[in-house]
């Protein structure tokens, strides 16, 4: 077997490291507006456009809930309405790695295949885990003003996830695509409630695979990452949050190699339903007989409908 780095190695670890780099981003469609598709041409601050909450309807008949018996009534048929949320791209992450030419031999003769693989994913895992704990940091209680659940890990079960369905209710969120977004500890708790664990009264499997699909009107996501966000510790406490995916606004694109034929391998890839990018880039020094490989992006974000994200925090 060749121990050369050829097209399609390189396109192989380009395709594993944007595998793990999208899977690892899933969460972020739970509480973001989808990327802008359309901020190729753009500058570094961009607009995306976020739909707000239905206005109430009203009775036709009932002149004092603004019903006039005319459908075209301007308290009735509005415009479309949008709100424009300015995003940024002002964050690009990268991470990589190298290999020597002797450790390209080995690959190469398959010595070192799982080792390599492991090391591709854990590369793209922190370019994408920087975009979640960016993202995190921006739902602080100074933004996201509605009102927050206060609950230590011990004690979160059932009943909160019923208050806070309860509060998404009152807020108007309706029941699709509503989300409960938990760190690991807070998961755990109700995990262990009996209310959830008991497959008789819950009809959840957790006890055999760990695993609790939706609760109420949420479905549940694990964010990992959460609690070690930079500005949490001794002054969020932010521990979880419910929400529904216009809570936050999110561009992102690919920053072009001015010479593409300088480079040992370049490819941009896109996930065509949420516009995830992520540029690979690898090139060889001859000096150090080393080919360096990185994956990054370029990426901005800010809150957008503040009303659709609601805060748990453990004080």
């Not at 009775?59 to 940024?88: C, H, P, W």
Request: hydrophobic share 40%; glycine share 8%; net charge negative.
């Amino acid at each position: 077997m060749s121990n050369t780095w050829t097209n399609s190695t390189f396109t192989n670890i380009a395709r594993t490291g944007f595998k793990a780099f999208t899977a690892k981003l899933a969460p972020i469609g739970v509480f973001s507006t989808d990327f802008s598709g359309e901020i190729a041409d753009q500058g570094t601050v961009v607009a995306t456009s976020v739909v707000p909450a239905s206005d109430a309807a009203v009775d036709l008949q009932d002149t004092s809930t603004g019903g006039s018996g005319d459908r075209e009534s301007a308290n009735i048929i509005k415009d479309i309405t949008t709100t424009s949320a300015s995003v940024t791209l002002n964050q690009q992450p990268v991470a990589g790695f190298t290999i020597t030419d002797e450790e390209a031999a080995y690959i190469g003769s398959g010595v070192w295949e799982d080792t390599k693989t492991r090391v591709i994913q854990n590369k793209a895992w922190a370019v994408a885990n920087y975009v979640l704990d960016y993202c995190f940091e921006l739902i602080t209680q100074a933004t996201y003003t509605t009102t927050e659940v206060t609950v230590a890990a011990s004690a979160f079960d059932m009943d909160d996830v019923v208050d806070l369905s309860v509060l998404a209710s009152a807020a108007g969120w309706g029941t699709d695509r509503n989300y409960l977004c938990l760190c690991p500890t807070y998961l755990g708790a109700l995990k262990k409630d009996n209310q959830i664990q008991d497959l008789s009264a819950s009809g959840i499997k957790v006890v055999q695979d760990g695993l609790i699909p939706r609760l109420d009107r949420f479905g549940l996501v694990e964010l990992p990452t959460l609690p070690t966000a930079a500005v949490y510790g001794s002054t969020e406490y932010l521990m979880g949050f419910t929400c529904v995916p216009s809570a936050m606004a999110i561009a992102m694109r690919a920053v072009r190699s001015q010479a593409v034929d300088q480079l040992a391998a370049y490819e941009v890839m896109t996930d065509p339903d949420s516009g995830v990018t992520l540029v690979y880039r690898s090139w060889y020094k001859p000096g150090t007989g080393k080919l360096y490989h990185t994956f990054e992006t370029q990426f901005g974000a800010s809150a957008a409908q503040v009303a659709g994200l609601q805060r748990i925090v453990s004080q």
